[in-house]
């Protein structure tokens, strides 16, 4: 109990109160989050309506397969995260550093394959720039297309990113077996932020992806 | 708050997350006109609210971040809803 009891800060009455707390800031972190996308999206589809044709063309040159793979990444990250979670908080310290490990390595492949997209997006000169080319009509909003795509994806590779540096710490702590039953509000929390980047990308696939595959 | 999921549960989520991703991909091949982006965009929040509501364990939070929870999404949706009024409707 003596344990318990220094793991909660002065200002909280106890444990729980401590724990609900953290995870209420979070909620409302990612709640601003949600705007900060929100506002990206919100110009994604104010140009989409000014020139759905162009916008279809101009997702066609994606790869949807390596799209899709991604997502199923980003989707099994998120399973292994809850995992880390759930072993944590049952105070299973091997089981734990092995699903952040897992979560990790998912986040970095996201990143391999999203590079690969890149180097294929500079190669074809879709870049967005003084080398954009893009051949047919709509070649203006071809290119707001590549422009939000690339701050779309961009802004939530450095998500996962920033996710990725933040689980190394979690997982050199969790292997020393700072998180216990009593205290894993760290990887709780943490775990939260991930899902909320999954969730971006589970929204960011069909809208920059899936747009008029059938032509 | 995070000790009531089991891992089957989890792993039943996470076949539902990748059955949807399938759909989503199959039915983008099939042309509905403009009702594709509601499909997809159905699709995409029935995604978001298994993790929401599983992994993210809004299922057992408090009332409180509930509240907070959801007001992200209405947030979103007066802008969305506003800007569009706008955008929509012109000419």
């Not at chain 1, 205290?183 to 969730?199: A, C, K, Q, R, S």
């Not at chain 2, 599983?54 to 947030?75: D, N, Y």
Request: aromatic share 12%; charged share 10%.
């Amino acid at each position: 109990m003596s344990d318990d009891r220094a793991l909660v800060a002065h200002q909280f009455e106890t444990a729980a109160q401590q724990r609900s707390a953290a995870t209420l800031g979070m909620w409302v972190f990612l709640a601003t989050e949600v705007l900060f996308f929100g506002g990206m999206l919100m110009a994604y589809t104010v140009y989409r309506v000014m020139d759905a044709g162009a916008f279809a063309l101009a997702s066609h040159a994606q790869n949807i397969l390596l799209g899709g793979i991604n997502t199923a990444v980003l989707l099994t990250s998120s399973l292994t995260m809850a995992l880390a979670v759930q072993a944590s908080a049952a105070g299973r310290r091997r089981r734990s550093v092995l699903m952040l490990l897992l979560t990790m390595a998912l986040g970095a492949a996201f990143l391999a394959i999203k590079a690969v997209e890149y180097g294929q997006k500079f190669a074809e000169h879709l870049v967005p720039g003084v080398d954009f080319r893009f051949a047919g009509p709509g070649a203006g909003a071809a290119q707001i297309y590549f422009i939000l795509y690339f701050l779309l994806t961009g802004f939530h590779a450095l998500h996962l990113t920033i996710g990725i540096g933040v689980l190394a710490v979690l997982t050199a702590r969790a292997a020393r077996g700072r998180y216990t039953q009593a205290y894993h509000t760290p990887v709780e929390v943490t775990g939260l932020y991930w899902h909320f980047v999954d969730i971006v990308w589970i929204f960011l696939y069909p809208l920059i992806y899936l747009i008029q595959v059938y032509r | 708050m995070s000790g009531g999921t089991s891992t089957g549960l989890y792993l039943r989520v996470a076949a539902a997350l990748y059955l949807l991703l399938g759909l989503t991909v199959a039915c983008a091949f099939i042309d509905m006109g403009s009702f594709n982006i509601v499909v997809a965009m159905t699709i995409a929040v029935a995604k978001a609210v298994l993790v929401v509501l599983f992994f993210m364990h809004l299922r057992q939070a408090g009332a409180l971040t509930r509240v907070v929870a959801c007001a992200g999404a209405l947030w979103l949706l007066f802008m969305c809803v506003l800007t569009l009024t706008d955008f929509l409707t012109r000419n």
